[in-house]
T-cell receptor, first 114, second 115 residues
Framework: GENVEQHPSTLSVQEGDSAVIKCTYS??????FPWYKQELGKGPQLIID?????GEKKDQRIAVTLNKTAKHFSLHITETQPEDSAVYFC?????????????FGQGTILTVHP | GAVVSQHPSWVICKSGTSVKIECRSL??????MFWYRQFPKQSLMLMAT?????????EQGVEKDKFLINHASLTLSTLTVTSAHPEDSSFYIC???????????FGPGTRLTVL
């Protein structure tokens, strides 16, 4: 089955700096890659996603890049703010019998220091 | 749009009792709903996939007789933890997907504590 590796497990930045989180996946048939933000005691919130026919997508301070050849994708947050502090999860949705199912990475605890 | 609710948000029960958790899509029809389990400081683990009007598909290692899932309508799925034991204590989260798109929208989660 699909395997998603996420790094780093923790990331600490100063307010205003950029943060980058990277994920690799194993199933070359995967074609959908969402990123979720989870605050303590809450459910994951979709913040951005990308599909395999696109190499990059941006939404204000958040961007995601995808390299299908290398099977990795990254989340970029610019001008970080304290409210960006949370756990971030990447995920992939595989093809075939795994269509529509999300496989999650291990998560990254992002701390933005004011 | 794309709001998913869960009820209750937290529940405490005695060992041996059953607990039902509801997942509702509030502003869209969910052809597929998913149930996840999350232990503290860990990632989300898919438990089962449910499609409206059909039996749920469980992931390997998930006891279907212990975690009963019903998806009776396009806006409601329920997860019943039967004969709960302390090791079933966890954060249970549902998600919903509409149509053919992959996008899953998550509920706020239900914290289950079994004494």
């Amino acid at each position: 089955g699909e395997n998603v590796e996420q790094h780093p497990s923790t990331l600490s930045v100063q307010e205003g700096d950029s943060a980058v989180i990277k994920c690799t996946y194993s199933d070359s048939a995967s074609n959908y890659f969402p990123w979720y933000k989870q605050e303590l005691g809450k459910g994951p919130q979709l913040i951005i996603d990308i599909r395999s026919n696109v190499g990059e997508k941006k939404d204000q301070r958040i961007a995601v890049t995808l390299n299908k050849t290398a099977k990795h994708f990254s989340l970029h947050i610019t001008e970080t703010q304290p409210e960006d502090s949370a756990v971030y999860f990447c995920a992939s949705s595989g093809g075939g019998t795994s269509y529509g199912k999300l496989t999650f990475g291990q998560g990254t605890i992002l701390t933005v220091h004011p | 749009g794309a709001v998913v609710s869960q009820h209750p948000s937290w529940v405490i029960c005695k060992s041996g009792t059953s607990v039902k958790i509801e997942c509702r899509s509030l502003d869209f029809q969910a052809t597929t709903m998913f149930w996840y389990r999350q232990f503290p400081k860990q990632s989300l683990m898919l438990m089962a996939t449910s499609n409206e009007g059909s039996k749920a598909t469980y992931e390997q290692g998930v006891e279907k007789d212990k975690f009963l899932i019903n998806h009776a309508s396009l806006t409601l799925s329920t997860l019943t933890v039967t004969s709960a034991h302390p090791e079933d204590s966890s954060f249970y989260i549902c998600s919903a997907r509409t149509g053919a798109l992959d996008t899953q929208y998550f509920g706020p989660g239900t914290r289950l504590t079994v004494l």
